[in-house]
């Protein structure tokens, strides 16, 4: 990133299933390692809000919302659990152009509503990027249950407490962004999904069990700059492949 951004992420669903670690590893650019829970790499998809966004320090805007939609996973580098984005699919040309150009990350852009009313969330995304294939995500997710701090849950700590991420250029280099932020609230969810093409948008094929739900009101976050790994760090690597063989 050009410089550090605050931002406010909110009524994000986390849509999680369990994937073979091999089936994984064979999506990730070398020197990034599938995190395993029970087992099994996991592959979510995480619709949501963002608020307030702004370079750090400056005052936060009133009523922009940018709704978003993110297919993710989870690895490690250097025993340090983070995230890896495939893809992030916004609304807004001019946000999408700048994060692009500025900020190397693997925005695509959408035509994306958000609502929430009683208690619900009705969510729907269609891609619009010229040249990408095309996406269709639409549902409708609330939380059940009773809210609880994920570091106190196995599960929700391996999904949501992670400090960085990992995203692959346009040029084909690795690049990470640290960020800051409280620990998340979970609450249990349930989620009526119509459509979902995103993940075989991305080469994945329909996981066959059903989806693990966790919805979060959302947080605040600090994201810093983004920086490259250093090539002599992925001296083993292919870079220019977005596949490993």
Known sequence: MVVPLEMGWRHLLFENWPVDPAVMDAHLPDGLDPDVYDGSAWLSV?????????????????????????LRTYVTRDGVPSVYFFSLDAQGIASVLGARVFHHLPYYYARISLEWADGRVRFSSR???????????????????EPFSAPDDPFGNFLVERYRFYTQ?????????????????????????????????????????????????????????????????????????????
């Open 46 to 70: 995480v619709p949501f809000t963002n608020v307030a966004v702004r370079p750090k320090g400056l005052p936060e805007p009133l009523g922009i919302r940018l709704p978003e939609l993110n």
């Open 127 to 145: 891609r619009r990027h010229p040249g990408a294939r095309p996406v269709h995500y639409e549902g409708t997710y609330w939380p059940t249950g």
């Open 169 to 245: 250029a346009q040029d084909g280099s690795i690049r990470y962004t640290d960020v800051d932020h409280d620990p998340w609230t979970l609450y249990p969810a349930a989620a009526e999904i119509e459509t979902n093409t995103l993940l075989a948008a991305h080469g994945f094929a329909e996981p066959d069990p059903d989806p693990v739900y966790y919805y979060s009101p959302g947080l605040d976050v600090v994201a810093a700059r983004s920086a490259t790994v250093s090539e002599t760090r992925l001296a083993d690597s292919s870079p220019c492949a977005p596949l490993k063989s």
